[in-house]
């Protein structure tokens, strides 16, 4: 998994982490919004397991006024992504390809489910993530259809723990685009490095000890 660039990612290797209150400063933030040239849309991430076909993770970008993912109680972990709850600001074209590449591996491969919405409907669910906060352990299916139930055009989403529930209630009735990566069809242009986080030696010699 070591490609170019460590210096740009410090990343654990599970699927849905322990729930951590980050709150970058203005600053960090500031620098890294990026906002896509493409109409407002909301893009459904789900994690699958390849040995039991289980879900094991659900994120969501949202690209409207900015492009942002909402990434409750995961693992990924990149500099030039700044983050507040849960919140990953600058999602990029090139930080959204390691953010899949990443997930895509020998033993999970990524859905992705990509709706585009009117403008004011994607700033309502930006306005959500972006106010939700951290997410404890495990419930990152459930946070995700909590908040969309709450938004016109998503009441028949319920509230629900499990990933692929989530991804199959996005799905119904809706014009989503779908796409399935594995780890073989993953964009690893990204040229960024993916380190465990308990290799602290590694970690070192890319520069990213506190």
Same mark, same amino acid.
């Given at each position: 998994?070591?490609?170019?660039?460590?210096?740009?990612? @410090?990343?654990?290797?599970? @699927? %849905?982490?322990?729930? !951590?209150? +980050?709150?970058? #400063?203005?600053?960090?933030? @500031?620098? $890294?919004?990026? &906002?896509?040239?493409?109409?407002?849309?909301?893009?459904?991430?789900?994690?699958?397991? *390849?040995?039991?076909?289980?879900?094991?993770?659900? =994120?969501?970008?949202? !690209?409207?006024? !900015?492009?942002?993912?909402?990434?409750?109680?995961?693992?990924?972990?990149?500099?030039?992504?700044?983050?507040?709850? #849960?919140?990953?600001?600058? =999602?990029?074209?090139?930080?959204?390809? $390691?953010?899949?590449?990443? /997930? =895509?591996?020998?033993?999970?491969?990524?859905?992705?489910? *990509?709706?585009?919405?009117?403008?004011?409907?994607?700033?309502?669910?930006?306005? @959500?993530?972006?106010?939700?906060?951290?997410?404890?352990?495990? /419930? %990152?299916?459930?946070?995700?259809?909590?908040?969309?139930?709450?938004? &016109?055009?998503?009441?028949? +989403?319920?509230?629900?723990?499990?990933?692929?529930?989530? !991804?199959?209630?996005?799905?119904?009735?809706?014009?989503?685009? /779908?796409?399935?990566?594995?780890?073989?069809?993953?964009?690893?242009?990204?040229?960024?490095?993916?380190?465990?986080?308990?290799?602290?030696? $590694?970690?070192?010699?890319?520069?990213? $000890?506190?």
């Amino acid at each position: 998994m070591l490609r170019a660039l460590a210096v740009l990612a @410090a990343l654990t290797l599970t @699927a %849905c982490g322990s729930a !951590e209150n +980050i709150y970058a #400063d203005d600053a960090a933030v @500031a620098q $890294a919004r990026y &906002s896509s040239s493409e109409p407002p849309s909301i893009t459904l991430f789900t994690v699958i397991t *390849k040995r039991s076909g289980a879900g094991a993770h659900s =994120a969501l970008m949202v !690209e409207g006024s !900015e492009s942002v993912l909402f990434d409750p109680a995961g693992s990924f972990k990149l500099r030039m992504m700044p983050e507040r709850g #849960d919140v990953l600001f600058g =999602a990029t074209p090139r930080a959204m390809a $390691a953010y899949v590449d990443y /997930h =895509a591996r020998e033993t999970h491969f990524v859905r992705s489910q *990509k709706l585009y919405l009117p403008p004011q409907t994607v700033e309502q669910i930006l306005a @959500a993530v972006k106010s939700n906060g951290a997410v404890p352990k495990a /419930h %990152c299916a459930n946070s995700i259809s909590r908040l969309l139930g709450q938004v &016109s055009g998503f009441e028949d +989403i319920a509230t629900t723990y499990f990933p692929k529930a989530l !991804e199959s209630a996005f799905d119904q009735n809706r014009a989503t685009i /779908h796409q399935t990566i594995t780890e073989e069809t993953a964009d690893k242009s990204h040229g960024i490095v993916f380190l465990d986080k308990n290799d602290k030696a $590694a970690i070192a010699a890319a520069g990213l $000890a506190p």
